[in-house]
Structures are given as structure tokens and as C-alpha cells.
């Protein structure tokens, strides 16, 4: 079947059969219902979680407030019933009056101790060494008068003086300070009724949360949601090729004007049919325009691939020829090697002086040994794949150094004649080079009579 007349087939196929289901093209579509309720609850919840999180803040800060008044009432109280015990210096009785207080409020207070009058820790209740061991830690960590978490728990350090009046001799009134009294209390009372306040506040927030998705969700659907689902059986029925779209309005305005779109391109659809139908024809002979460059390339190609086959054809000639060339390598050496140990015995001897000619033989033999490596090297080089590394070069120079790397017969005269204001050229120094050497050789070897 001719290109032509497959697009006039699909085209009576657009045109006249029933449109193709479209194709999903990010993964399984989801209801609008749905997207606007998960958006709508995302958004309630994220609103109810900021309102509790400032509110908890608030609400924390002035519960623990509340309660580091409390317990500084509490350690006031301390301080006055321990004046009295130290005013002589009783530390056993200002730990005896401290014992039931603590013992009264133990819930809120974890210990109490007494320090003298340069910071010693004299005693503690209930015991001394837990009282040092937290209250040298509130000093490392600079946390006093600070909720603080310790290794042994949250704990409220605070430290208030013992103060007391006496008069001189004069009438005049003076305050020392007896020592100071330390007060360590736990944070697990406002931690468990801060808990308490969490669930019953998040608890509310999540109805109200809930309520108000919902009554948000119930104006959406009949503001958003029910006139897009008009529009998409409008669209339904356009691809059913029924343009009789009837007049409508709704509460949205933007929806009222894409109704009223819908509705002219409707009447539009119908007049650009014969018009798509021409541009169709006239794609088609475009296609078949196409189809025959096409074909050309295809052509060209596969020229192309019978070119790529000779080529791999002669880099395997080219691996044989050098794996040949490695084999005669080895003997061509010893051969080479044999010619120098004869010239070296034969030198000065008898038998050179008798017989001038095997001089002769020798350069002979080696030269063409010489010939022979040469020979080698160029079916290695074939089998290679070349790389050039251009560069700029300076042709003149590279000429001049070319005559050292010839054997130049004695009856060949050398000959340069350069032009001085040649421009570098960009290629590769070495591979030229040897181009010039192959050059001189073959000269050379053309006329061995000079």
C-alpha cells in the first residue's frame, strides 16, 4: 500500500470512525472530588497544626513560668525556716527543717541543700551527694534558675541567699549572708499536665479541622466542581461529533466564559473540516516526497555499510600482515646480529685482506636486513589505527633535520631548496616526517646509478 493512500485512510479514519481513547500520560488520572478534598483537608490540617504549635508555645511558656513562681515561693519558704538554725551555724538543724518540707512537696521538689557562706555544700536532703552531683552540673552547664535536662532528668535549679539583721554597737543595722540554699525540682508535674493539654486542645483542632474541610469542600463542589464536570461531559459530547451545545450560565464567571468558548469553538470545528482536509492532501504528497528521499538515504546507507565492511575487511588483512611482521622480526635479529659478529671477526683478518668482497656481502646483507625490518615496520603501521596529533609545524625545520635520519649513497647528491616564508601548518610532525623519509628512500632507491 502506497503512502498516500495509508494517510488517506487514517485521515477518513480521524475524520468519520471514533477518536482513539486518550492515553494517561502521567500514571492513572485522579477524581477532581478527590484532589480537592485531600487539598482541602492538607490545608485545614496544616492551619490547625500552626495555631496548636503557637498555641502550645504560648501556653508552654507561661505554664513553666507559673510554675518557676511557685517554686520560688516554695524555696523562699525554705530560706526563712533555715535563718534561724543558721544563725549558729546548725547546718543538722537546717537540714532537719528542710526534710519535712521536702517530704511535703516531693512531687515537685527532688532535693534540697544548704551551702555556707563561701559556697561549700555543707548538707543535703535527702542526701548530700545527689545535691552536689546535680548542682555541679547546673554550675558546668550555667544553667541555674533554667530548666534543664540532666542524665538524671529535667530539673529547675534554683539557689537563693540566707540573709540576716543584726546591729552594731552604734544602733546601726547590718545584713549578713548566713549561706545560701539550693532548691532542685523536677518539671514532671507541668510535663504531665502540658501532655494533658495537648490531647484534649489537638482533639478539638482536628474536629474544627474536619468541619471546616468539609463545609469548605461542600461550597467548592457546587462553586468548582460540578460546573468542570458540565465542562467535561461538554467535552464528551464534542468528541462525539454532537457541536449543538446549549447556552448555560454558572455562579463562577471564569467558567460561564469557557462554557460560552466551548460553545463557538463547537461552531467552529465544523468549517475547518474541508480545510484540514486539503492541508491532509497536501501532507500527503509531502509524505511521499519524504518517502522517496528516504529511500535515497536508504540507498546511501547501505553503500555506506559496504564501505564499512571493505574497511573492516583490510584491518583484519592489516592484523594478519602484523602478526606476520612479529614472527619474521626475530629472525630478521639474529640474521642482523650474525652479520655483526662475522664483520667483527673478520676484521684485520687474512682472509679480508684475500677477499675485499665479502666486505661487500656483509653491507649487503645487513642493508637488506635494514629493508626487510622497514618492511615490518610498515605492515605494523598498516594494521594500526592512526591517530593524528596536530600542532602547528614549521615545514622548513622539520626538512632540514630529514637528511640525518637517511643513508645518503655517495654518488646521490642532497639538494634543499626551501622557500623562507612558508606559514606553520597544523598537522602531525611525526607522521609527516615519515611521509618525507618514505619520499627520500624511494628517490633513493630509483636510482641506484646516482
Not at 173 to 182: C, N
Not at 208 to 213: I, V
Not at 356 to 385: C, Q, W, Y
Not at 386 to 410: C, F, H, M, Y
Request: proline fraction near 4%.
Amino acid at each position: 500500500m502506497s503512502l498516500a493512500k495509508t494517510s488517506i485512510l487514517i485521515y477518513n479514519s480521524a475524520r468519520y470512525g471514533k477518536p482513539p481513547e486518550p492515553v494517561p500520560v502521567n500514571g492513572k488520572p485522579r477524581s477532581l472530588t478527590l484532589i480537592i478534598s485531600a487539598l482541602l483537608l492538607v490545608v485545614s490540617l496544616g492551619i490547625t497544626l500552626s495555631t496548636f504549635a503557637f498555641y502550645y508555645a504560648m501556653l508552654k511558656e507561661k505554664s513553666y513560668a507559673n510554675y518557676l513562681n511557685q517554686q520560688e515561693l516554695l524555696l523562699e519558704q525554705a530560706v526563712s525556716q533555715c535563718t534561724q538554725p543558721m544563725a549558729t551555724d546548725d547546718y543538722i538543724g537546717a537540714a532537719q527543717t528542710l526534710r519535712p518540707l521536702q517530704l511535703q512537696h516531693r512531687k515537685t521538689v527532688s532535693a534540697f541543700g544548704v551551702l555556707d557562706s563561701v559556697d561549700t555544700l555543707q548538707v543535703g536532703v535527702p542526701s548530700k551527694d545527689s545535691v552536689d552531683h546535680i548542682f555541679q552540673q547546673a554550675q558546668k552547664a550555667k544553667s541555674l534558675s533554667q530548666y534543664h535536662a540532666y542524665p538524671e532528668g529535667k530539673f529547675l535549679v534554683i539557689m537563693r541567699p540566707l540573709l540576716a539583721k543584726r546591729w552594731d554597737a552604734s544602733g546601726n543595722m547590718q545584713i549578713l549572708t548566713l549561706g545560701k540554699v539550693i532548691g532542685i525540682f523536677h518539671t514532671s508535674t507541668v510535663e504531665s499536665e502540658m501532655r494533658g493539654i495537648v490531647y484534649k486542645t489537638v482533639g478539638v483542632m482536628l474536629l474544627f479541622a474536619f468541619l471546616g474541610a468539609g463545609a469548605a469542600y461542600g461550597v467548592l463542589r457546587r462553586l468548582v466542581v460540578n460546573p468542570i464536570q458540565s465542562l467535561v461531559s461538554l467535552t464528551k459530547q464534542i468528541a462525539e461529533k454532537n457541536f449543538a451545545v446549549a447556552s448555560a450560565d454558572f455562579a463562577v464567571q471564569e467558567i460561564s466564559i469557557l462554557w460560552r468558548a466551548f460553545r463557538d469553538m463547537a461552531r467552529e470545528i465544523g468549517r475547518f473540516n474541508l480545510a484540514l482536509e486539503q492541508r491532509v492532501m497536501e501532507r500527503t504528497s509531502e509524505l511521499a516526497q519524504a518517502n522517496y528521499e528516504l529511500a535515497q538515504a536508504n540507498h546511501d546507507l547501505m553503500e555506506a555499510q559496504e564501505k564499512m565492511l571493505r574497511a573492516e575487511k583490510l584491518a583484519a588483512i592489516g592484523q594478519l600482515a602484523s602478526g606476520v611482521g612479529h614472527e619474521l622480526r626475530n629472525p630478521l635479529g639474529a640474521i642482523k646480529n650474525a652479520v655483526y659478529y662475522i664483520r667483527e671477526a673478520l676484521a684485520g683478518s687474512q682472509l679480508l685482506k684475500e677477499d675485499p668482497n665479502l666486505t661487500e656481502f656483509l653491507d649487503h646483507a645487513d642493508k637488506e636486513v635494514g629493508s626487510a625490518t622497514s618492511i615490518i615496520n610498515d605492515l605494523r603501521d598498516f594494521s594500526r589505527i592512526v591517530k593524528l596529533a596536530a600542532e602547528p609545524t614549521d615545514l622548513n625545520n622539520l626538512l632540514r633535520g630529514l637528511k640525518q635520519s637517511l643513508e645518503i649513497p655517495a654518488n646521490i647528491q642532497w639538494t634543499e631548496q626551501l622557500a623562507e616564508d612558508l606559514p606553520q601548518a597544523l598537522l602531525d610532525p611525526q607522521k609527516i616526517r615519515q611521509v618525507f623519509v618514505n619520499l627520500a628512500n624511494n628517490a633513493i632507491q630509483a636510482m641506484p646509478e646516482g
